[in-house]
């Protein structure tokens, strides 16, 4: 859920996903139709669908129990690198480190002051922990990422003014955290996007069968070429069900 979305938009949602589902089995014995409109509210409707499918592969292939192994959890659907490394780190306490933007923001300024590959910053954060000792440094080097570490960083008052390689360099420029490898591409305008477009169909949806009537307001503000092209798409990734004269959630 935290993917690509600000924490504050997550509480809600994580809270009535939680509350309803108890367990992978849980999940998996639900409706996809019924997690999607769980996920309201969060964008990026595919990860809900990734999420069902995922809890269906744990009661199949590991009798309902989250694996505990960097290579099984990156076999489950919709789980990479950072995910299975979070759960591995905050779930189990394992002694690894995780790499998103924030962390390699931290590493590029603080601790190398210069640009770093993805291997080298993943590399770097691995040397860092220690044992039994992974769960604090991974919520510490996060947490100053998304508070201090920010792309506009807070360094009056930061904790590690004095100890920041980027810092003793008086900021120097350009920013190495810029030039790294996780460092965001500039999205692409949201207004009047197919993102747009896939949200508001995929809302429509939620609240009732999507009819010819309820699509006039979209065909309005997209065209009836886009919406029939964005609709079709929904069906073939397993979003929707066409009927014969409407649309579902799958």
């Known amino acids: 859920?935290?993917?690509?979305?600000?924490?504050?938009?997550?509480?809600?949602p994580y809270g009535k996903m939680i509350e309803r589902f108890e367990s992978p089995a849980a999940m998996a014995s639900a409706s996809q139709a019924e997690v999607v409109?769980?996920?309201?509210?969060?964008?990026?409707?595919?990860?809900?669908?990734r999420l069902h499918r995922c809890a269906a592969a744990?009661?199949?292939?590991?009798?309902?129990?989250?694996?505990?192994?960097?290579?099984?959890?990156?076999?489950?659907?919709?789980?990479?690198?950072?995910?299975a490394r979070a759960i591995m780190v905050f779930a189990f306490e394992e002694d690894v480190a995780v790499l998103d933007t924030n962390v390699s923001r931290v590493l590029s300024r603080c601790v190398a002051g210069t640009p770093l590959t993805r291997g080298e910053a993943q590399s770097l954060a691995d040397?860092?922990?220690?044992?039994?000792?992974?769960?604090?440094?991974?919520?510490?080097?996060?947490?100053?990422?998304?508070?201090?570490?920010?792309?506009?960083?807070?360094?009056?008052g930061c904790p590690l003014r004095r100890s920041c390689a980027?810092?003793?360099?008086?900021f120097l420029e350009p920013d190495p955290a810029a030039r790294s490898a996780l460092a965001p591409a500039k999205q692409a305008r949201f207004v009047?996007?197919?993102?747009?477009?896939?949200?508001?169909?995929?809302?429509?949806?939620?609240?009732?069968?999507?009819?010819?009537?309820?699509l006039r307001a979209i065909e309005d503000g997209f065209g009836s070429e886009r919406t029939a092209s964005?609709?079709?798409?929904?069906?073939?990734?397993?979003?929707?069900?066409?009927?014969?004269?409407?649309?579902?959630?799958?």
């Open 127 to 156: 040397a860092m922990v220690l044992p039994g000792q992974a769960w604090r440094l991974n919520q510490a080097i996060l947490d100053h990422g998304a508070t201090r570490c920010r792309s506009v960083p807070v360094c009056v």
């Open 230 to 250: 964005a609709l079709a798409a929904l069906v073939d990734e397993g979003f929707l069900v066409k009927g014969r004269n409407s649309w579902t959630l799958a």
């Open 192 to 214: 009047g996007s197919q993102r747009q477009l896939r949200g508001q169909l995929i809302e429509l949806a939620r609240k009732d069968r999507i009819t010819s009537q309820l």
């Open 1 to 12: 859920m935290l993917q690509q979305t600000q924490a504050s938009r997550v509480v809600v």
């Open 166 to 170: 980027w810092a003793r360099t008086d």
């Open 58 to 83: 744990i009661l199949e292939h590991y009798d309902g129990q989250i694996p505990r192994g960097e290579r099984a959890l990156r076999s489950l659907p919709g789980v990479g690198a950072y995910t």
């Open 37 to 49: 409109r769980l996920w309201q509210g969060l964008g990026y409707n595919s990860r809900a669908i």
